[in-house]
């Protein structure tokens, strides 16, 4: 039986990471929902989602072909990859260098995208309204989907990082119903900031693993990476910062 001191990192980064995707794909629903009404979102939304779960039923099976020392190279590898992109992206948005995503800019365009077309009278704006949504569910989905195997697949915890990304859609949805509006206030760089320290470490962790190497403290030694990645990744906010305070002064 897994113990909950094993699950909870892999729960809490894949709740993180969904987190920021689902907010993402929510804003752009809710665009098309907003200007073409809910048919063609729910369409579209529906349509990816089924994509979705063909994908993972037809994929995830073939994990159990791949030997776990390869799976778990391999999954280390991308994740770390994946984790540095964040990771890399958050230091710079917090350093000043690169704007801050806004869900109500995104919100604004793409209802402004969606109006223009309306404006046109396009005869098939309801298709452009259902792929637009169709899109946004399958290209975020793929990266939670991605999060939730590399995240789970290296020792066994699937179950336990689907869940964390069942409960980030859950939470997202059921927020996004009540207050009706883009989610704007989501610290989406501090959670990137978050879920690039945790990927980056499971990265070098499975990489490892993967490699043969019996790390000191065996999970705990994710833990002692994160630390060192949220280190480094403050030192170097600070460094990149320098310059526009200098050039202020």
Known sequence: MISWATAAPAVTA?????????????????????????????TGTGAGLALLVVLVLALGPLLDQVPLHALQLVIGVLLLLFGLRWLRKAILRSAGV???????????????????????QDAHLDWIAGITAFKAVVLEGLEVVFIVVAVGAGRGLLVPAAIGALAACVLVLLIGVLVHKPLARVPENTLKF??????????????????????????????????IFLLVGLVTVKLAARPAVETRA
């Open 14 to 42: 894949a709740f993180l990471a969904s987190l920021v995707e689902v907010v993402e794909a929510f804003t752009i629903v809710l665009a098309v929902a907003t200007v073409r009404g809910w048919r063609p979102a729910l």
């Open 98 to 120: 690169l704007a801050l995503h806004d869900e109500a800019k995104a919100f604004a365009a793409e209802e402004k995208s969606l109006q223009e077309a309306e404006r046109r």
């Open 194 to 227: 978050g879920v690039g320290i945790m990927l980056s470490a499971f990265g070098v962790f499975w990489t490892g693993e993967g490699l043969g190497v019996d790390w000191p403290g065996r999970d705990l030694a994710i833990l002692a990476f994160a630390v």
